[in-house]
């Protein structure tokens, strides 16, 4: 038997099926007797809601970072308004009990997400989840799966983001469910795990019996349980790639020999082992806010000394720079300004300014990084986020000073700091730039926002030449003395001020040969990414790698004010066939989806949408396995299965060439 389902997550596997069911019995819609008290059903209900959120809340601050951010989405519906407004009126106006209430306000907000469609109505799985385990739970019980103890596929209708976060990849080949979608949170958490994953899968999987050999493609969303040769092969070749882990072969080294240090983001302690094992060399990014968020009140001294300790520990002799609380924006922390509401938080209270508004909280968080430093073997180093004058950077570094850490530094990631980088990185020992933050100060696009994706990319002029400035700012800062000559010559980037950056444009390899010809000395990056980049650098010589910067501050690198490669790069790749007598060039291009969704739903959607408009023949390719789709077919690209992490490779021709290309890299990087 053949059937099909949306593939949603990467990758093919065969194993016993493993059924798994989680659902709830409907309550009784019968109203409770017209004599019974309300207050006690809504003390019920409220109870039930809170230990659910709770629960989740918990889950979510020992989980990694896509976990996490699932875990906290579904914590936050546990605990919304509507939700409990919708029940309270079920309870009190019409006498439900708080289980069916539970029932009645779940169901009215997964119509609402539903009518919505897209990305909200993927969404609309998750409220079953919460309705689940808040039934579970004014029933006195918990809420879960059965979890197989042997390696195999695990079927059923439908699988809550709580069970998918829990799920070992050692004992789960493949996850197969019969609802749910592309965006739902099941399958993000899916992709993240490395798990092969089909979704709308046809009804009759369930019937298939426990323990029979059922074949898992997660790309094209076929299943069977009489696989062929190949399926079984292709299998086979899977699992023996998943069970490699991401390590590095090599330090990050030119082709000529010159080091490049490349470095790990972390957001977790979880995250700072994974990253100790994938052979990062150092942390270049230890985001705090995880110790913060989520919290009524300040996490003690020595809970973050704790923690500070554990990360250290994974990393003896390595560098670890440790970035101190970047509260505000997008991440707001109430036990320090409460209620304070902003109009425009992006440029508010932000980053090191908030030490002007309780400085103590910065203060505290030093003192506990200097305790777990005595400790550690590791180079600790301390920045501070969003330093935009040479007078902050002077009171983080004395702040830093007296709590008797030797190193200080400072995220360079506004256009202020980058244009008096001299000044700014005089006080401190080191800076790291922000690209993400840099990109949408300089650009002025809200980074939240995907309607501006030619300005998302890090390959903007104006960007480049900004990090260009802050380098030389550097050398500047800690060599006054050098001699005068060419700025773009060597001597000129000797850079006694190391600069590192932290942002996206790090784990772009081919962006990753610029920031080196420019000057950068260490990059850093999300662990996954690792691998890639260092074996991009590996390919090229610091000649080559200056020659591409010097090409890309000019903008004769990439058309489309950085957006896109021309067929004039410094080495045309092969296929490319420009004909100026016709006006058209063919170009041939391959590109790293970094995607959150990869090429699935939504991106595959505008991608065609956009292809369609524009005057150029597109094909894209996947280097597996040479398949191929038209650009203008949303089924087509929905066919290849390309999730974040791997590759498309794209051949355009036509007068729109550039644009098609330009228009594959923004779904491809998330911003289309």
């Given at each position: 038997m053949r059937l099909q389902g949306i593939g949603v997550s990467h990758g093919c596997a065969l194993g016993p099926?493993?059924?798994?069911?989680?659902?709830?019995?409907?309550?009784?819609?019968?109203?409770?007797?017209?004599?019974?008290?309300?207050?006690?059903?809504?003390?019920?209900?409220?109870?039930?809601?809170?230990?659910?959120?709770?629960?989740?809340?918990?889950?979510?601050?020992?989980?990694?970072?896509?976990?996490?951010?699932?875990?906290?989405?579904?914590?936050?519906?546990?605990?919304?308004p509507a939700l409990l407004a919708i029940a309270n009126h079920h309870i009190q106006d019409r006498q439900l009990t708080a289980e069916r209430a539970?029932?009645?306000?779940?169901?009215?907000?997964?119509?609402r997400l539903e009518s919505v469609g897209g990305y909200l109505g993927e969404r609309a799985a998750d409220v079953d989840d919460i309705r689940d385990r808040i039934i579970a739970a004014l029933r006195g019980g918990v809420l879960g799966i059965t979890l197989p103890t042997t390696p195999s596929i695990l079927v059923g209708e439908t699988l809550s983001p709580t069970d998918t976060a829990g799920l070992d990849p050692d004992t789960v080949l493949a996850i197969v469910t019969t609802?749910?979608?592309?965006?739902?949170?099941?399958?993000?958490?899916?992709?993240a795990l490395?798990?092969?994953?089909?979704?709308?899968?046809?009804?009759?999987?369930?019937?298939?019996?426990?323990?029979?050999?059922?074949?898992?493609?997660?790309?094209?969303?076929?299943?069977?349980?009489d696989p062929t040769e190949d399926e079984r092969d292709r299998a086979v070749h899977f699992a023996a790639e998943r069970s490699a882990a991401p390590v590095l072969t090599s330090h990050g080294e030119l082709a000529c020999g010159t080091r490049i240090p490349l470095l790990a983001n972390v957001g977790s302690a979880t995250e700072a082992k994974a990253a100790a094992e994938s052979g990062a060399e150092g942390i270049g990014l230890l985001r705090t806010e995880f110790l913060f968020l989520d919290r009524e009140d300040e996490p003690t001294v020595v809970e973050q000394t704790e923690v500070y300790a554990e990360i250290f520990s994974h990393f003896p002799d390595l560098p670890?720079?440790?970035?101190?609380?970047?509260?505000?924006?997008?991440?707001?922390?109430?036990?320090?300004?409460?209620?304070?509401d902003e109009p425009n938080p992006a440029l508010g209270m932000r980053g090191f300014r908030t030490h002007s508004f309780a400085p103590e909280v910065l203060e505290r968080q030093i003192e506990a990084i200097a305790r777990a430093a005595k400790?550690?073997?590791?180079?600790?180093?301390?920045?501070?986020?969003?330093?935009?004058?040479?007078?902050?950077?002077?009171?983080f570094a004395a702040l830093v000073r007296a709590a008797g850490l030797d190193s200080a530094g400072v995220m360079v990631e506004t256009p202020a700091a980058a244009l008096c980088a001299e000044s700014v990185l005089e006080p401190v020992a080191f800076a790291s730039i922000g690209t993400n933050d840099l990109a949408q100060y300089t650009l002025a696009f809200d980074r939240e926002l995907s309607d501006y994706e030619d300005l998302h990319s890090a390959r903007q002029p104006a960007l480049l030449r900004l990090i260009d400035a802050v380098i030389l700012g550097a050398r500047h800062a800690g060599d006054g003395d050098a001699p005068a000559g060419d700025e773009s010559s060597a001597e000129a980037r000797a850079n006694p001020r190391p600069v590192s950056v932290c942002g996206e444009a790090a784990a772009d390899p081919e962006l990753a040969v610029i920031l080196v010809?420019?000057?950068?000395?260490?990059?850093?990056?999300?662990?996954?990414?690792?691998?890639?980049?260092?074996?991009?650098?590996?390919?090229?010589?610091?000649?080559?790698?200056?020659?591409?910067?010097?090409?890309?501050?000019?903008?004769?690198?990439?058309?489309?004010?950085g957006a896109d490669e021309t067929a004039s790069d410094i080495e045309p790749e092969a296929g490319s066939d420009p004909d100026p007598g016709s006006g058209t060039e063919t170009i041939q291009r391959t590109i790293h989806v970094?995607?959150?969704?990869?090429?699935?739903?939504?991106?595959?959607?505008?991608?065609?949408?956009?292809?369609?408009?524009?005057?150029?023949?597109?094909?894209?390719?996947?280097?597996?396995?040479?398949?191929?789709?038209?650009?203008?077919?949303?089924?087509?690209?929905?066919?290849?299965?390309?999730?974040?992490?791997?590759?498309?490779?794209?051949?355009a021709s036509g007068p729109d060439a550039a644009a098609a290309v330009a228009a594959v890299e923004a779904a491809a990087t998330g911003k289309a």
């Open positions: 099926v493993h059924r798994v069911t989680r659902t709830v019995d409907e309550p009784s819609a019968t109203p409770r007797p017209s004599d019974s008290e309300t207050g006690p059903e809504l003390e019920r209900f409220h109870a039930a809601a809170a230990a659910v959120a709770d629960s989740q809340e918990a889950a979510a601050r020992t989980a990694q970072s896509t976990a996490r951010d699932v875990l906290e989405a579904t914590a936050e519906m546990a605990a919304d539970t029932w009645e306000a779940t169901g009215e907000l997964r119509a609802n749910g979608g592309a965006q739902s949170h099941s399958a993000i958490l899916a992709r490395g798990i092969p994953a089909v979704v709308g899968a046809d009804a009759q999987v369930v019937d298939i019996e426990q323990g029979t050999q059922l074949f898992v493609d997660g790309s094209t969303g076929i299943l069977s349980d670890v720079t440790v970035r101190t609380l970047d509260a505000g924006s997008d991440k707001p922390i109430p036990f320090i300004w409460g209620s304070r400790s550690a073997t590791a180079e600790v180093k301390v920045m501070a986020p969003m330093i935009t004058t040479p007078t902050e950077a002077v009171r010809g420019l000057g950068v000395s260490t990059l850093s990056m999300s662990a996954p990414s690792l691998p890639r980049v260092a074996a991009r650098l590996a390919e090229v010589t610091l000649e080559q790698a200056r020659e591409s910067a010097r090409q890309a501050l000019d903008g004769t690198l990439w058309t489309n004010d970094t995607a959150p969704t990869g090429l699935h739903s939504r991106p595959a959607a505008l991608l065609a949408r956009a292809v369609k408009a524009l005057d150029a023949e597109v094909n894209l390719r996947r280097p597996e396995d040479e398949a191929t789709a038209s650009a203008t077919s949303v089924m087509d690209i929905l066919g290849l299965g390309i999730d974040p992490g791997h590759d498309v490779e794209v051949s």
